[in-house]
């Protein structure tokens, strides 16, 4: 099974907490990862960003599942 | 400024593609990351993650953000 | 009101699970359900996408909602 | 491999719509299915949620990935 | 219909932009707002997050919905 | 630093709660703001969204991150 998202990283647990609903996994990745965002047009001119800039790809940790 | 995402991954851009409003941003990444996952307990049970496991971070690509 | 989410399935709820700060929510969806995914024509590449594949939606329970 | 996402659902692909750089996939689900929202508890207090209660699971299109 | 989302902005639509598949919608709002943020308890702790802070709520506009 | 994401709400914080894993914050807007949302076409032909409507943004408390 392949699935649509573009940002798969393979990595190690590190560390599982659990809460009454909701679980923090913190996971190790192994190697260099490509990232893909996709993000207005209107960023990509308000912030300038071209080929070779140094960035950050910011993600909220809810938003990231575990497959296994 | 701190922002409270806890997945903040510094890079640089290999490739930007712009669309009519949308645009996809290709960040290469530069180093290992700790990456947090925030998910329910329930998963945690059903795909029995544990601290060691071999898993994979998958982040939607409309998730990410750009910082630079 | 109508909302722009272009994903809406009625249906009943079957648990309700209280946390300190988050609840899971089971609804039993009632019927046959027509579902819009927004990705990157990057993975209906990827993937080959076409009409009549069996395909599965996958969806964060993070990512939704409750209306009543 | 399974994931942490705890809504997949089956079904087939009706239509496939591209743009420059999204797309837009609409499929058909096949069967009942049971949805998790993971909501606030907030919110299932001012809804007054209760198993039993008839009411709308809502999804952003942008939140939905597809697996084949 | 009432929605478990706890951030709802009435405004007025200033501008509507259309690409292929998708929409940029600016909508101006109107009045002082009471903003929800979920996140982790981790954050609150590394940003040291108390009442009376001045802080900025950020959000990634492809998860902002309309409703009319 | 600049983040590619279109809504930034400077605000105080009202309320801090922790629950064992996720916190829910109260920010207080202080001041009239543009909201930009990414939607889909076809949700702006189905709502017949044009300057001048009333609407509202609407946000699940799950994408709101902090920044300080």
């Given at each position: 099974?392949?699935?649509s998202?573009?940002?798969?990283?393979?990595?190690?647990?590190?560390n599982?907490?659990?809460?009454?609903v909701?679980?923090?996994?913190k996971i190790?990745?192994?190697?260099?990862?490509?990232?893909?965002?996709?993000?207005?047009k209107?960023?990509?001119?308000?912030?300038?960003?071209?080929?070779?800039?140094?960035?950050s790809?910011?993600?909220?940790?809810t938003?990231?599942?575990?497959?296994?």
């Open positions: 099974m392949e699935i998202a573009r940002n798969v990283f393979e990595g190690k647990i590190e599982v907490e659990l809460g009454a909701m679980a923090n996994v190790k990745i192994e190697s260099p990862q490509l990232v893909t965002a996709i993000i207005t209107e960023s990509v001119e308000k912030l300038n960003l071209k080929p070779g800039n140094t960035v790809a910011v993600i909220k940790s938003e990231v599942m575990v497959a296994k």
